[in-house]
């Protein structure tokens, strides 16, 4: 079967994985970067394209309230949002997660204020990661498609039914135009049936699904939440898989790793940032140096396993973070250490902190990156862990 492959930007190509999922229900609010995916949605449903009920909403939050009203009745759900939008769903998102309602919502990556920024970072979605929603992250628009279509298909499992994040580094993924593989409605219809869970509100089958608990019953919801992020593994990779035999691409599940097989020092990346290191790695790789890269797919669940394992290989892990937690550390870097940690590993460690507010991570500045790390390999002593490259303040660090 022949599928289309037009040029089009990440923030279309989310709106195809879409329109080609199916929603009943999308509820939208428009804020920059992902406001192009909410058009052309939009577009789709008065042209007939897409079968679904169009919500214009009057804030993120309500774009958040709508699609949990909606799925709480067995309706599969899309909104999308970015930065300040994201927290003002703050509030909504712990309700969505506990709800086990199976949302699949789009972030455009986005700096947070002060000072005000439409530009990309990732501190948006890492600021929430507790909060009870599976987050994964992808490098260009060809996996932001196929991995909307994958999205439900995870988040409407009955092992998972938690909602899912798809996240895209604002403008460098959203607005930026390449070729991407669209394919045929039938082949997705096969991939992705129909949604129908008994875990719903109905007329036949009356359930009370916004309850309140109790102190002597919160802890088991919660930890059955905490099961079923955890049971979410199996179904990514699965899924991965499935959709890989069907589609003829796989993307390796958790975590993909990248000339890291007989590598001596790796650089951890989330998101769009892994293209640009992939083409230092292939300079350096040329010139007889060692280095790999681990792309980290999901942030939750955390691909604990595949970085113990990678640990056991290497010398060296650097950790690039477009975000910072003040007054500690980068995010990423913090998840990847307590891994370390776990697995005795004895591998020098650095946490490049850059790319705030939109700043280009330049290829120059990458190498740099793998020379420190070999640097460090050799001193044998561990400087300082955590580095603001290429920074424009004096300090006294």
């Excluded at 293209?275 to 681990?294: W, Y």
């Excluded at 939750?300 to 500690?328: C, H, N, Q, T």
């Excluded at 940690?341 to 700043?359: Q, W």
């Amino acid at each position: 079967m022949e599928t289309k492959r037009i040029f089009i930007s990440g923030d279309e190509a989310v709106a195809h994985g879409v329109r080609l999922s199916r929603p009943h229900v999308i509820a939208a609010y428009p804020i920059t970067p992902q406001t192009i995916t909410v058009e052309r949605l939009s577009e789709m449903v008065e042209n007939g394209e897409l079968d679904a009920e169009y919500m214009h909403v009057e804030s993120e939050h309500s774009a958040l309230s709508a699609t949990m009203g909606a799925s709480s009745v067995g309706a599969r759900t899309f909104t999308a949002t970015s930065s300040q939008g994201l927290l003002y769903m703050a509030e909504a998102m712990h309700y969505a997660s506990g709800g086990r309602y199976p949302i699949v919502m789009m972030n455009a990556n986005r700096s947070v204020a002060l000072p005000w920024s439409i530009y990309g970072d990732q501190r948006d979605s890492l600021s929430l990661l507790d909060s009870g929603w599976i987050q994964v992250y992808v490098e260009d628009a060809q996996e932001a498609l196929d991995m909307v279509i994958q999205a439900y298909k995870i988040a409407e499992n009955a092992k998972v039914l938690t909602p899912i994040m798809v996240n895209l580094d604002g403008f460098i993924l959203t607005h930026t135009y390449e070729m991407v593989d669209i394919p045929e409605q039938e082949m997705v219809d096969k991939f992705l049936p129909k949604f129908d869970t008994p875990n719903k509100m109905s007329f036949e089958n009356p359930k009370n699904m916004g309850f309140s608990s109790q102190p002597c019953d919160n802890t088991e919801f919660k930890y059955q939440q905490n099961k079923a992020m955890f049971d979410s593994i199996e179904v990514i990779k699965k899924t991965d898989k499935e959709f890989g035999d069907m589609f003829g691409r796989y993307y390796n599940g958790m975590v993909e790793e990248i000339m890291c097989d007989d590598a001596d020092v790796v650089i951890v990346t989330l998101g769009s940032i892994t293209g640009t290191v992939r083409v230092v790695a292939e300079q350096l790789r040329a010139k007889g140096q060692k280095v790999g890269i681990l792309k980290i797919r999901y942030m939750r669940p955390f691909p604990e396993k595949e970085i113990m394992e990678l640990s056991r290989k290497v010398k060296a892990i650097g950790v690039i973070d477009k975000d910072i937690s003040f007054g500690y550390e980068g995010t990423i870097f913090t998840n990847v250490n307590s891994a370390l940690s776990k697995a005795n590993a004895s591998v020098f460690k650095k946490n490049f902190i850059g790319g705030l507010g939109g700043r280009d991570i330049t290829k120059a500045e990458i190498e740099q990156m793998y020379n420190d790390l070999f640097a460090g390999i050799s001193s044998n002593q561990q400087q300082k862990t955590v580095e603001f490259f290429n920074l424009k303040v004096e300090t006294n660090d």
